[in-house]
């Protein structure tokens, strides 16, 4: 070997190893982070994605089918996202899902990218759906909580939908992993032997994937009447936030689950408002609200703790049942004793204020 030939040898030694030294390049270094989700066409999930700051990391969506399965109704697929580092830094992806026959679907990850821009994802626990109701002796409300690209939805009754604060939803969240209310999950048995009682029926889904599936009758998982009294003292507060209005009989302030409807609004016109009430048929305490307002008159069969407009012009407050044409304004949450106790021992004043 001739000096020229021992200077090259030498020459790509010392390049080949300044070369294994450096870094490569961003668009090399790194295998994105893949999460898969599984659907199905014709129904399944539709899913889109969200990340806050998307100058931290690149995100790409695809389809994938079996060989020749695309143009399939029903055929299933999966839908692939790849995150890639484009900077250090901590930001939030969501992937949402919808189905026009499935419950929304739900995901939340922290989205980690290092110095090297290596990618690492983190689910975050959060509330993703939630439906509760309950039977008994008192009618109750049943509560649907959703989640979606502009937070967070109740809907009473299957009403019209509100938004909820974060507060009442960290809340909410502080009562399921206070009592570990995720072990429930499976619970269903029933004591059909008891002839009063209560029923419950309860579904929760988490960002992070966790469901629970609960219900009995009569039958009860550990620590129930603890969760469920904290958190319709939570789901109550939070309705009554969003009509504004507050009920007292005489001088008790009362919960109240108020309907979204226009007669409610209007009725919210009208406060502060005092009204003198009388008995009436031994089921019910009726007043004047001193002008007609908006109706929406609907042939009603009444329970105890229902709120309606009679003749566009006077409230009424049940605390027994009744069958005629009314507009419902709202449902006092008391069981029936509690509305006899208030309204069954002689006239009233109800007071009706601003929130």
Known sequence: MNKQDYRMVVFFLILTLFLAGCPASAETAM??????FSSFSGGGYEYSVEVDDPTIVKCEAQYEFEAHAEEIDGAAYDYIVSFSGLKPGTTTAAIYGRSPILDNENRIYTVSVD???????????ALS?????????????SYQITLGPDGYQVSVNEEQE?????DDINAIMNVIDTYN??????????????LDGEGFWLDITLT???EVHARGDNAFPEHYFEVIGEIWDILVQMTEENTGMKLYIGETPVPVTWEKNASAEALRELLPLSVPMSMYGGFEQVGPIGQSIVRDDEQTITDSGD?????GNQIVIFYGSNSWAYTRLGHVNLARQEMTDLLSHGDVTITITAD
Request: without cysteine.
């Open 31 to 36: 295998e994105p982070a893949v999460l898969r």
């Open 115 to 125: 110095e090297a821009l290596h990618v690492t994802l983190s689910p975050v626990r």
């Open 129 to 141: 759906t939630f439906y509760v109701h309950r039977n008994g002796e008192i009618r109750y409300d």
């Open 162 to 166: 509100q938004p909820v604060s974060a």
């Open 181 to 194: 209310v995720a072990s429930w999950d499976g619970f269903s048995e029933s004591r059909s032997f008891v």
């Open 208 to 210: 992070d994937g966790t």
């Open 307 to 311: 709120i309606v407009l009679y003749s």
